[in-house]
């Protein structure tokens, strides 16, 4: 299938964000992709606020069959009480991703509003979320048996790939 | 021989003994508790991998640090804890260890964590578990008898690990009462296992198992001697309540040709660490200006004890 260029996604990424961003804004990325994500827009949008990252893999639903394999810390370098939170990922599937990441954004404290921000949605949902911002829509959503993820070359170059299991 | 201490699919299922496990899971351990470090520090300091589910602590034996831990590293992720002091219960009226945990488990444990004056205790009640068909109950050896005593192994590696990184370069003295000692014996195993190419014990022979070589390890009689040059010095408390018999003369004596002094530590190398797993007797095995001194890492032994206890408490969770 035809996937669109992922340099590009990220380039609308920021442009749809930029109005919504203060200089108090937190972004956040999930691990792995979502923080390639976050890194991206946090630069090119010149955000004062440092970066966070999460993994989520303590908050998920799944994790007795998935395993806690390559967990890494989490980091929320500022409080997170009061301010305005862009949590950012790369692909938006079930929404049990975001479910936990909103759950362990809530154990850091207590943000004034949460948006999502999201490269590519492959459709699929099977929780009632949404990305506030989403820098396209696969017009037919993926069978459950693909695997849609993001890659980052050297250069920092992005690419997104679709495997069949 | 299929090992209890692992699903068939290799995954942990009880945690009884560091001797026997492969490499790879005490790594994966090591490696999940690094993240469960940070939890203290945040507004909400729980983590919800074990919502739901009971956890009973049943010590046999007395317990303040190890019992407390557990509860911690439970309660951190979200299970629900129940203490029991059994020395102080039913068994006192007659009850039998398995009548005991038979009722536990009819009030809908998950996960016991257990230490027994008992040398492999644990290992009944596994064994146990699996014949009566509940095998999704996971066991913590908390300390059995003299044989192990796994999590206080590992959270020494994982403090080892934070403080020197590579295992495969250090050389490592394991100082005391090794022949009473299950801390000794699980050290031992993670340490020949994660590659330290020297380990050491150092300690009178009455204090020593006979076929304490076989374990791997190089022995000294000297402490002078056995310290030259070593990079981590593990003491171990001398175990007066074990001590059955005239094996030493007196603790004072003990103290002068045992004890950890800062001339003696002198002789490891300058940025050696100096581990000990508690409670300690200052002034029998350790000098109180080496246990308060700055290569002592006693104190954070504790706190990264938690994240390791969560690291296997979790990890049982989701093998089972």
Redesign the interface.
Known sequence: MNLPDANQLRDLLVEQIRAAIKPETLIIGIHSGGAWVAEYLHRQLGVATPLGTL?VA??RDD??SR???K????TIPVD??GRDVILVDDVLYSGRTTRAAL?EI????RPARVDLAVLIDRGGRQLPIAARFCAHVLAAPLPPESKLSLQRDDAGNFSLEVKSA | MLNPQLTQDG?LRHLLTLDGLPKSILA?ILD?A??FT?VAE???K????LRGKSVFNVFFENSTRTRTTFEIAAKRLSADVINLNVSTSSTSKGETLLDTVDNLCAMGADMFVMRHASSGAPYLLAQHLRATGRDHISVVNAGDGRHAHPTQGLLDMYTIRHYKQDFTRLTVAVVGDVLHSRVARSEIAALTTLGVPEVRVIAPKTLLPTDVERMGVRVFHNMEEGLKGVDVVMMLRLQNERMQGALLPSSQEYFKFYGLTQEKLALAAKDAIVLHPGPMNRGVEIDSAVADGANAVILPQVTFGIAVRMAVM??L??GN
């Open positions: 993994d303590f908050y994790y007795a395993g806690l394999h967990s890494r810390k989490s997170i009480e759950n809530f154990d850091y404290g | 995954r994966e999940i690094a993240p940070d945040r507004e909400v729980k983590l919800p991998l979790s990890m969770a989701a």
